[in-house]
């Protein structure tokens, strides 16, 4: 064997370590429950009560749900009273957990004052910051959405403002008992070019980056992890406790516990 055929076959086995290692990361993703066996009494540890936002359907319907079904009260928020009263009894029957219900539009300005009396009393352990929309239903460049100015001050207090203002309320108590966990819901679209959801894409970006720096500035003496999740692969791949599977996988508390 001369040298130059050693050097090829040893670049081969290179490339592929390279890529079997690749692969066996990967398959965290395919198989959280694998990789990161979730205590039972993980979420309860962070308080009795968690927070969902957006949760009459879809994603924040299922982490109340799974939140529930792990023992924790849950409080649901969103526009509609009627769903969230049949998501309340759903989830209620279903796990005997208290669910407390929040009608709200987080569009609207002046709406946090009235949530923070609402959750003043309860120790609250898990916020999912999930609620979200898009500028419209029908893909735009961003100069073309319609009345751009009120598309704007819409997505970006529902997507945008509504994260930092639940953080504001909720981080308070998670710093004074030194624990918690925040579930940013953030998008797959953050992380690429996106040219027809340009507003939507920056303002789930912004869920990704700076709040979890500002966050953990913030609570630097406490155990609080904000942790961005990108759903583009949770609503297609996860069930709902893989879901919380990768919340417990992607916590990392901050090393200065009180
Ligand atoms: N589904 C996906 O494939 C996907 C992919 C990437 C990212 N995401 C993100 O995941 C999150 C949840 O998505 P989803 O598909 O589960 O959404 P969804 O099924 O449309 O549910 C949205 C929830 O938010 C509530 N909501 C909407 N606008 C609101 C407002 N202005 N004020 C208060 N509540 C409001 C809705 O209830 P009411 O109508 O009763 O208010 C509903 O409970 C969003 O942040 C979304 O951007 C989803």
New binding site residues.
């Given amino acids: 064997m001369d040298l130059m055929e050693m050097f090829f076959i040893f670049l081969g086995a290179v490339v592929v370590l390279y890529y079997a290692v690749k692969l066996l990361l990967f398959s965290r993703i395919l198989f959280p429950k694998l990789w990161f066996p979730l205590s039972k009494t993980f979420f309860t540890s962070m308080g009795e009560w968690a927070v969902v936002?957006?949760?009459?359907?879809?994603?924040?319907?299922a982490y109340a749900l799974a939140l529930a079904e792990r023992g924790m009260n849950v409080v649901i928020?969103?526009?509609?009273r009627i769903?969230?009263d049949m998501v309340a009894k759903e989830i209620g029957e279903a796990t005997g957990q208290t669910v407390k219900v929040i009608t709200?539009?987080?569009?609207n300005e002046n709406v946090f004052s009235e949530i923070e009396d609402q959750l003043k009393d309860l120790n609250v352990g898990i916020l999912v910051n999930?609620?979200?929309?898009?500028p419209g239903v029908v893909p735009s460049r961003y100069l073309d959405c319609e009345d751009l100015d009120q598309t704007i001050t819409?997505v970006v207090n529902?997507?945008v403002k509504t994260l930092v203002k639940m953080c504001k309320i909720i981080l308070p108590g998670m710093d004074k008992r030194g624990k918690g966990l925040i579930v940013n819901?953030?998008?797959?679209?953050a992380s690429i070019p996106f040219p027809l959801y340009t507003l939507?894409a920056a303002s789930?970006k912004t869920l990704s980056n700076p709040l979890y720096s500002t966050s953990e500035l913030e609570t630097e003496q406490t155990a609080v992890s904000p942790t961005p999740f990108w759903?583009?692969y949770c609503?297609?791949f996860l069930s709902r406790s893989s879901m919380l599977t990768c919340c417990y996988a992607a916590y990392k508390p901050t090393s200065r516990v009180k």
Avoid: H, P
């Fill in positions: 936002t957006g949760a009459s359907e879809g994603i924040g319907r928020m969103s526009r509609t769903r969230l709200t539009d987080f569009v999930n609620v979200g929309m898009l819409k529902c997507n819901i953030s998008s797959g679209i939507y789930k759903v583009g609503s297609i």
